[in-house]
């Protein structure tokens, strides 16, 4: 099909993609719970003349077209929401109290769709497959997917991801390391209770607990390679029982982002000696346990390539932005990374006065860019098949 043709193609799909796009903002499901997002998307190739296979890693949903017998080219969206409560007043925010797209997997969904549609009139050597993906907020759905046999046969895959610091029509490419690796980190502070007003009598476990939240960030600063960056955050904290009890226990919940693979596997260790050190300074005991939750996103060079060369094509080279820096946020199409070679891109979605970040309740970005991650997908997916 003439490019000029296909990408009038890819426009005439504007409205009814963003009324997908707004039905499913309305309508959210956390991680794992993706019913009726896997319905309505498994209905939809269903009656354009897809292959689809339903409940891959749980509620996902796999389409294939095409020929089988040189293998397929992968596409992934995610299909989750956030626990959040939506602040945005838009017409279609959210029914469904306390969860909502604030990470744009709404968007990614239609873009998977839009592509589906114009895929299925060109003629490609290679089978495509559309992996629409759960629970990528809580890192677990690749894997889950990946259990359930959804890489068998693929060639490449090819993943996408709003990104509101960049403008609606351009798009961030970045070679290597795209995003980091991340892990979970909890802390048990054990102390000994007492009263409240003799605390040199007990172990207070909230004094030793603040000093390991304060002492991690500065032992990172002091002897770590500030040149390989290290983020640890604590998100939650549990502890005490009244006001004039010293507390005997505190539990620390946190993530610990790193963009160095090899210090990432070092990290249990380091926190360990750390952490521990930092708690038997206060007379209290420390127990550490960190579990890796998904590798860094590591753009295959040639794929990344043709994915550059392509959305050059379709966008003009002003607005195909390299990026610099890797981001520290976590991103579970790693894991189809450890499987077969693919990229990653960045997709603007910011109008002239901005927009609001991922997971904020108030994130509310230009649905223009739908039709930019299709047009730029399905041309490197063309690219891929020469």
Same mark, same amino acid.
């Given at each position: ?40 998307v498994s209905g939809y190739l269903k009656n354009i003349g897809w292959r ?32 959040? *409560? ?156 009244? *006001? ?143």
């Amino acid at each position: 099909m003439d490019r000029d043709i296909l990408l009038k193609k890819i426009d005439s799909l504007n409205d009814e993609l963003i009324n997908i796009r707004r039905h499913i903002h309305s309508h959210p499901e956390l991680s794992g719970l993706e019913n009726q997002t896997a319905i309505l998307v498994s209905g939809y190739l269903k009656n354009i003349g897809w292959r689809v296979t339903e409940s891959v890693g749980r509620t996902g949903v796999v389409a294939d077209f095409g020929p089988t017998d040189n293998g397929f080219i992968g596409l992934r969206v995610d299909m989750d929401a956030l626990p959040i *409560y939506e602040n945005t007043n838009l017409s279609f925010s959210s029914k469904i109290d306390g969860v909502m797209h604030a990470c744009g997997h709404d968007l990614h969904t239609s873009i998977g769709l839009g592509v589906a549609k114009i895929i299925k009139n060109l003629k490609l050597k290679f089978g495509t497959r559309i992996i629409f993906q759960p629970a990528e907020e809580i890192a677990s759905g690749a894997r889950w997917m990946i259990d359930d046999g959804v890489t068998k046969g693929l060639k490449q895959i090819l993943g996408v991801h709003v990104f509101p610091e960049l403008f609606v029509g351009t798009i961030g490419i970045k070679e290597g390391s795209l995003t980091a690796a991340a892990g979970q980190l909890t802390v048990e502070i054990i102390g000994k209770s007492g009263h409240g007003a003799r605390p040199h009598e007990g172990v207070d476990a909230i004094w030793a607990a603040s000093k390991v939240i304060s002492g991690i960030q500065e032992a990172i600063t002091r002897k770590l390679d500030p040149l390989d960056p290290l983020v640890i955050t604590f998100g939650k904290i549990n502890g005490g029982n009244a *006001y004039n009890i010293l507390s005997e226990k505190v539990k620390l919940t946190g993530t610990v982002r790193c963009t160095n693979i090899k210090l990432f596997k070092e990290m249990d260790d380091w926190l360990n000696n750390n952490i521990s050190a930092i708690a038997n300074s206060c007379g209290a005991e420390a127990k550490i346990k960190f579990r890796e939750i998904t590798p860094p996103v590591n753009n295959d060079f040639q794929i990344n390539k043709v994915l550059r060369d392509s959305a050059i094509r379709i966008l003009g080279h002003e607005n195909v932005i390299e990026l610099q820096k890797p981001s520290l946020g976590a991103e579970d199409f790693a894991e189809f990374l450890n499987e077969v070679p693919g990229a990653m891109f960045r997709l603007g979605v910011s109008r002239e006065k901005g927009c609001a970040p991922l997971h904020s309740s108030e994130f509310d970005p230009d649905e223009r860019a739908i039709n930019i991650g299709i047009k730029v997908i399905t041309e490197t997916i063309v690219k891929l098949n020469n």
